[in-house]
């Protein structure tokens, strides 16, 4: 996943609904429970993917520790390099990732860099009332 995420010519994002329960295109690790997209798929700028990408394969942003709330997660992304796809789902409200490429799974917290990742997610989606209400409820505890 490191290497298509390392080597990606073009990355996606979409919001997601929290529930399970919806119609429309779904997204999810092979195997696992999937999650309905709530926005079509948006292509990030040059500028974001080189974002998304120092982010995510930084070690310094990853926790390996998983918490024990509910994973719900707000946001999807995917990544294309040549004909491998990977694929990781967000949730701003624990700040946990879980991503994947075929059968292989990779999950974590990403608190260091939660406010980055937040910042680049509601730059894509400027409009969207709950990311916003996200950045609001995060900029209090701050």
């Known amino acids: 996943m490191q290497r298509t995420i390392a080597g990606a010519d073009r990355v996606e994002i979409a919001l997601v609904y929290d529930r399970e329960d ?9 195997g696992v429970e999937a999650w309905t997209l709530r926005s079509p798929w948006k ?11 120092g982010i995510l ?12 709330c509910t994973f719900n997660p707000n946001v999807a992304f995917r990544w294309f390099a040549g004909s491998d796809t990977a694929g990781a789902l967000l949730c701003h409200g624990c700040d946990e990732l879980i991503g994947w490429q075929g059968s292989a799974r990779m999950s974590g917290e990403v608190d260091p860099v939660a406010d980055r990742l937040l910042s ?3 730059a894509a989606f400027p409009n ?3 990311l916003q ?9 701050n």
């Open 57 to 68: 394969l930084e070690r310094k942003s990853w926790q390996t520790e998983r918490k024990t």
């Open 133 to 141: 209400a996200i950045v609001a409820r995060k900029q209090l505890r």
């Open 120 to 122: 680049l997610t509601s």
């Open 22 to 30: 919806r119609s429309g295109e779904r997204i999810g690790p092979r």
């Open 43 to 53: 292509l990030l700028s040059p500028g974001q993917t080189a974002a998304l990408r």
């Open 128 to 130: 969207d009332s709950l």
